[in-house]
């Protein structure tokens, strides 16, 4: 229904209301120079659950900065229709008179006269003279125009470096970088659209007490970190350095307009940390009877918190304990490294020794009893690695200058000895997913990129290449990193409860940063730095890995040489000649800003690229995209079903190893499984762990994975659009390859020996479900809700009455895939057959064509209305089984 202020708004405006006509017609007015053009804007309400509550205006004027720069208004707008096609959109047909002679149209102004926000998604309008169709992507929230100290401008997906820009667009595209750069001095405001940096000041509360006083990172040599968004907020009143913080909770903390979730995204969250807050909630109140509150007593403890409600990958949970016997957890480490929640890294030794002994003391003050680690790994003939020896080191106890004390653990089986082996390797554990959280995920992947987000939206126009190259793979990144801010990693947060390092953990991250080098997180140099690959002219990639079966490093040189190609192809339909490249403005402030800004603290570091030439922009573009998307699927898509069972990956050890003569150690002798259980995370943080890596490991309904973009109409060159579908074309030849590979029983570190196939780096490009992609294509069922029948890409699939229709991902068959748990049905299923199933009128169903081949299962589901609530009815899988 349309909004009922809307022809009193068009009154206000004196526009006429147009009933009726076709799309895309240019019809001849009296006045032979003028035609009328036609078009579609297509809006978004400002709460999508509800249509009542959408009361924003759409568009007073478009404005023509091509030839002369003649402004033209809006003459008619037809009643808004709602789209089909995706929740809450709204169309609205719009025509224009429109001069022949004053050229095509490069931009719009758009003013909000009403009270509310409205989120522009695109304007299209068709047959325009000399141009045909010409298409605004919008995406933005337009706040009412007392809002604004400028006009709201959007420009067509026409494509100019700053020195070939118009001169009626070039004086828009300077002032609209302008309005994004902001002042510099103002607390910024829900409707504000400033990207400007700031230190982490916000990280600590000391106006709450001075345990929760942090050190602000950034700006010193001391604490060197990547910088923030800036929000603008007042000091505390403890240390006018720190900024004030908002209540925990609270999400209204301040991020640029159209970098907010979206709908989608938002309720995806939501709906998972009201889930695992559950989780959460249900074992701690049932310890209020427990005898042990907040420990484990036994290892049926932990299973509970699984079979209770938290639901690991299908199978897993019965394969973990068929491997844990009774006497002692045998293999809850496997000697083979299989636990480690990235495959374990191909090198000699696993070296987190020198990283944390600088900081070692001062944690083990807290209620943290850890070890510097290093692991000695010996390289089977198979590829795999088999650990020969760990190394666990503390501070010499007369100082810091006197070394360490170090003590060598090797294998054991039996006994007290196969006991200590499992606490040592524990200790490993801990210090290697402390790292992998802090350093490999947070800082590596998150932190590092948020200036070039920053820097990319303050001095890239969006008429530029390298903003439309760039810009998707930003998505999130800045309202995830303040989400992360405000509840995770801020004192006292769940990070500094759930890892190690403890009060410490930015601290260390920050001493870390200091040997980040930007052009060492290329995916071969990363690997040559590692000691997993030496360069080799003869080989693919020009690199020769010394441990072959390296799923990441196989699989990411596959992904890493495809972005190489496409974006080299792209830049240089842009830049013929390095001088362009030195020439482009834009491009020059923008990396002298994330620089000297952005990384302000590392601007004198000589390892930074000159960006000089061609090849200097295609290898840091490469670079960035691998290291938003690639390698951010790496680390974090797998957290939950390589490290949620948290005994297999501890994150927290309590008690130093036991000695010989204590009474620790005769409990390690007489009950090892609770002594392992109390030195390792307890109950709250492991609760508390669990759900953050839950909530970090799954897909929002809304991604675009890479090989996608959210409109096909991004750009208007043939030629880009041309090289971004033969990117898309190779990842779908990468997805076929990677499950070949994980197919080959030769290839042994492909799937472990839990059956867990390596499918991290699966593209998923082919796949528009929006339940999978390169952030880590998981198995097991997904439902999706879906507004219209037309959102599901499935073919020959119809709906009636209340259904809503969902994509699943794959469901693995066979001995060597994952198990479902319809397995034993889903076995007597013809693995290449295809169904036509009926389903019963009682369900409300729906007809569809379910598919079955040796990679999985697809099919629909129905989700039917009942007076309880939505229920979801696996109409499709239980009919094919009932049919088997």
Known sequence: MCPLNLQNLLRLITCKISRGGSEGIV??????????????????????LDLKDFR???????????????????????????????????????????????????????NNSHHSEFFLKTITLEDVPGAGRVHFVCNSWVYPTRRYKYKRVFFSNQTYLPCNTPEPLRIYREEELANLRGNGSEELKEWDRVYDYAYYNNLGDPDKGPEYARPVLGGSSTYPYPRRIRTGRRATKADPKTEKRLPLLSLNFYVPRDERFGSLKMSD???????????????????????TPNEFDSFQDVFDLYEGGIELPTGLMSKIKDAIPV???????????????????????????????????????????TYATRTLLFSREDGTLKPLAIELSLPHPQGEKRGVTSKVFTPAENGVEGSVWQLAKAYAAVSDSGSHQLISHWLNTHAVIEPFTIATNRQLSVLHPIYKLLQPHFKDTININSLARQILINAGGILERTVFPSKYAMELSSFIYKEW??????????????????????????????????????????????????????????????????????LQSWWTELREVGHGDKKDDPWWPKMQTLEELTQTCTTIIWVASALHAA??????????????????????????????????????????LKTITSQLPTLLGITLIEI?????????????????????????????????????EIETKILEMNENIMLRN????????????????????????????QGGFKVRRWEFESDCLFQNVKARGQSEISTNGDVELGTRHRESPFESRLKRITPDCQFEPSFCSENNGFNSKLEMNTMGLRGCYTVVRSYQGWTVVFSGLCSAIRGA
């Open 27 to 48: 019809a001849r007015s009296e006045n032979s120079e003028k035609v009328v053009v036609r078009g579609r804007a297509v809006v978004v309400k400002k709460k999508v």
């Open 56 to 110: 924003a205006s759409v568009i007073d004027r478009v404005y023509e900065f091509l030839g002369r720069g003649v402004s033209v208004p809006a003459r008619q707008f037809s009643q808004c229709r709602f789209s089909p096609t995706l929740a809450g959109e709204l169309s609205y047909d719009v025509t224009f008179e429109w001069e022949e002679h004053v050229g095509v149209p490069g931009a719009l102004i758009v």
């Open 269 to 291: 969250f939501l709906a998972s940390a009201l889930k695992s807050l559950a989780q959460v909630l249900v074992p701690e109140l049932k310890a209020l009877f427990d005898k």
């Open 327 to 369: 006497e002692i957890v045998k293999e809850l480490l496997r000697s083979d490294g299989e636990q480690l929640l990235k495959l374990p890294l191909p090198q000699v030794i696993k070296d987190h020794h020198d990283t944390l002994m600088p900081y070692l003391n001062r944690i083990n003050r807290t209620t943290t009893k």
């Open 517 to 586: 080098i930007f052009t060492d997180q290329a995916l071969p140099v990363d690997l040559i730095n590692r000691g997993v690959a030496v360069p080799d002219s003869s080989k693919p990639h020009g690199l020769r890995l010394l441990i072959e079966d390296y799923p990441y490093a196989v699989d990411g040189l596959e992904i890493w040489s495809a972005i190489q190609t496409w974006v080299h192809e792209y830049c240089s339909f842009y830049y013929s000649n390095d001088e362009m490249v030195k020439n482009d403005t834009e």
């Open 635 to 676: 680390v974090n898509f797998g957290q939950y079903p390589y490290a949620g069972f948290l005994p297999n990956r501890p994150t927290i050890s309590r008690r130093f190893m036991p000695e010989p003569g204590t009474p620790e150690y005769a409990e390690l002798e007489s009950n090892p499984d609770k002594a392992y």
């Open 696 to 732: 970090l490991s799954r897909h929002s309904s809304d991604e675009i994975y890479l090989g996608q973009r959210e409109t096909p109409e991004w750009t208007s060159d043939l030629e880009a659009l041309e090289a971004f579908e033969r990117f898309s074309e190779k990842l779908v």
């Open 750 to 777: 492909r799937t472990g020996p839990v059956n867990v196939p390596y499918t991290l780096l699966y593209p998923s490009t082919s796949d528009y479900s929006k339940v999978g992609g390169l952030t880590g294509h």
